[in-house]
């Protein structure tokens, strides 16, 4: 069973750069056709995506934050990392981390986010 677990400071001051780390348990996140993601819900908000790393090591990321976003891997740890720089206070969320993963059906692979983190709250305040 695939567990996911976010980790990093509770609380960051405007201008700072946000750290997260996410710990995955039961597998590997070099398994192909697997993408390794960072999601967050501000108070009051819907879901938005923030990016991923694909079990090859590259990155992509939503095009709103993509100026202020990396997002990195530790395979030796089984670990993804999220940065995210001047942040602001509308950068206050709920972050989650998630894995989509792939499966193979007649000749075609289809995705979901099958496993999920249980979301961790950033507050960005002086």
């Known amino acids: 069973q695939v567990q996911l677990q976010e980790s990093g400071p509770g609380l960051v001051k405007p201008s700072q750069r946000l750290s997260l780390t996410c710990t995955v348990s039961?597998?590997?996140?070099?398994?192909?056709?697997?993408?390794w993601s960072w999601f967050r819900q501000p108070p009051g908000k819907g879901l938005e995506w923030i990016g991923y790393?694909?079990?090859?090591?590259?990155?992509y990321y939503s095009a709103s934050l993509a100026s202020r976003t990396s997002i990195s891997r530790d395979t030796s740890k089984t670990q993804f990392t999220l940065l995210l720089s001047s942040v602001t206070p509308e950068d206050t969320a709920v972050y989650y981390c998630?894995?989509?993963?792939?499966?193979?059906?007649?000749?075609?692979?289809?995705?979901?986010?099958?496993?999920w983190g249980q979301g961790t709250q950033v507050t960005v305040s002086s």
């Open positions: 039961g597998g590997s996140i070099t398994t192909a056709y697997q993408y």
């Open positions: 998630a894995r989509k993963g792939g499966t193979y059906y007649s000749g075609s692979y289809y995705y979901s986010f099958d496993y």
């Open positions: 790393v694909s079990y090859s090591g590259s990155s």
